[in-house]
C-alpha cells in the first residue's frame, strides 16, 4: 500500500479563493496588520508569503517591520495603538521574538477580538472548555486538511507529538473536540515509538527532522507533518522520515506543501471572522 499524498498547496488555494469570493461582497477590505521585530530571514520569508496570499484575496495587509532593538514597551505602545484603530481586523506578532522581549506580556496584549493567531491567554482558555473563538491556524489548518482528505475523525485513536502552545496542544484540543480519543506526547514520553503505532492519526510537530521512522506508522495512518526543519544543504524537511512512512500511511502530508500552506490560508480564514465579527456582518465560526 502507498500512502494518498495530501496537497496542503491546493486545499489551501481552494480556501483562499473561497475567502476572496466572500471578501468581493463584503462593503470592506478586512485589514491584518503584522508586526515582525527583527530580521530573521526565515521569518521575513513566512511574512512574506502572508502579505501575498492576503492582497491576493482582496485583504488589506501589512506588515511592520520593527528593529531588533525595538524595547518590550515600544511594542506594548504599537500594539496598544492598532487595538484602538477601527480599520485593524486583525493583529499577529510573528514569533519568536528578541530575547528582551517577554512573549507572554505581548501576546496578553492583544485585543482577544483581532487576536488571529488564537494565542491570547482567553482564546486559548476558550479552545480548552470548548468554546472555540478565534483558533491557532496552525492545529485548525490541520482540521481543515482531514476533513477535506476525508480521514474519519470521530472515535480514532489519535497521536499528538508536541505540547507547545502554538500548534501541540490546541491540536489536541481540537481533535478532542472532533471526539477523536487524543494521546498528547513529548519529549518526556516514555516510548514514544510505541504511542505512535498505535496512532489511526499522527500529528507531529516537534521540530525534530526524521523524529517518525517509517515502522513507527501503523498500516493504514493519517500521518500529518507540522515540522519545518531547515536542513544543512538548505532543503526544508519535516518531522517525520517521508520515504520510510510512505509504504505504511494511509494518508500522508509532505513538507514543504503540506501543513505550512494551510496555516496562512487559516490565518485569513481567522482575519476575516474577526472581521465580519467586530464589524457586525456574521459571527466567528467555530
Ligand atoms: N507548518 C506550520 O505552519 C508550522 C510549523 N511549525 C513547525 O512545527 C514544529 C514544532 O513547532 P513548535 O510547536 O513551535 O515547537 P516547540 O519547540 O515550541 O515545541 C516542540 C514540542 O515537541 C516536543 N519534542 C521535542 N523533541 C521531542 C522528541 N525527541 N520526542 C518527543 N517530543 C519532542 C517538545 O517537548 P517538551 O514540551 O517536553 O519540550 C515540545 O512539546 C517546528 O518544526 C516548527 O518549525 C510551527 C508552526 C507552524
Ligand atoms: N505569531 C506567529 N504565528 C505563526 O503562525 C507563526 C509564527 N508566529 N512564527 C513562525 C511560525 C511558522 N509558520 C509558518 C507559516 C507558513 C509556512 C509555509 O507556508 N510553509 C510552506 C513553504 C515553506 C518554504 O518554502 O519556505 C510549506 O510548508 O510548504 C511555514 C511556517 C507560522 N508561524
Redesign the pocket.
Known amino acids: 500500500m502507498t500512502a494518498r499524498v495530501i496537497d496542503g498547496r491546493a486545499v489551501a488555494a481552494r480556501l483562499r479563493e473561497r475567502l476572496a469570493a466572500e471578501i468581493a461582497s463584503l462593503p470592506f477590505a478586512p485589514k491584518l496588520v503584522v508586526l515582525l521585530v527583527g530580521d530573521d530571514p526565515v521569518s521575513a520569508v513566512y511574512v512574506r508569503n502572508k502579505d501575498k496570499a492576503a492582497r491576493a484575496a482582496g485583504f488589506t495587509s501589512e506588515t511592520e517591520r520593527l528593529s531588533a532593538a525595538t524595547t518590550e514597551a515600544a511594542l506594548l505602545a504599537r500594539i496598544a495603538a492598532l487595538n484602538d484603530d477601527p480599520e485593524v481586523d486583525g493583529i499577529l506578532v510573528q514569533l519568536p521574538l528578541p530575547r528582551h522581549i517577554r512573549t507572554e506580556a505581548v501576546l496578553d496584549a492583544i485585543d482577544p477580538a483581532k487576536d488571529v493567531d488564537g494565542f491570547h491567554p482567553l482564546n486559548a482558555g476558550l479552545l480548552a472548555i470548548g468554546r472555540p473563538a478565534l483558533v491557532p491556524c ?1 492545529p485548525k489548518g490541520v482540521m481543515t486538511l482531514l476533513a477535506e482528505a476525508g480521514v474519519p475523525v470521530a472515535g480514532a485513536r489519535a497521536v499528538v ?4 502552545n ?3 496542544r490546541p491540536m489536541a484540543a481540537l481533535l478532542t473536540l472532533a471526539d477523536a480519543t487524543v494521546t498528547l ?5 516514555r516510548d ?1 515509538a510505541a504511542e505512535c503505532r498505535r496512532a489511526e492519526i499522527l500529528v507531529v ?4 527532522p526524521g ?1 517518525v521512522r517509517g515502522d513507527w506508522v501503523a498500516p493504514g495512518a493519517c500521518v500529518i507533518d ?4 531547515r536542513l544543512a544543504d538548505g532543503r526544508l524537511a519535516g ?1 517525520v522520515a517521508y520515504a520510510e512512512a510512505l509504504p505504511h500511511a494511509g494518508w500522508i502530508t509532505p513538507v514543504p506543501g503540506g ?2 500552506p494551510m ?1 496562512i490560508a487559516t490565518l485569513l480564514a481567522n482575519t476575516l471572522a474577526a472581521a465580519r465579527a467586530r464589524r457586525g456582518v456574521g459571527a466567528i465560526a467555530a
Open positions: 496552525t507529538i508536541g505540547r507547545s502554538i500548534v501541540g506526547a513529548h519529549s518526556r514520553t514514544l510537530a516537534a521540530g525534530r523524529l507540522v515540522g519545518i526543519n518531522d501543513v505550512g496555516t
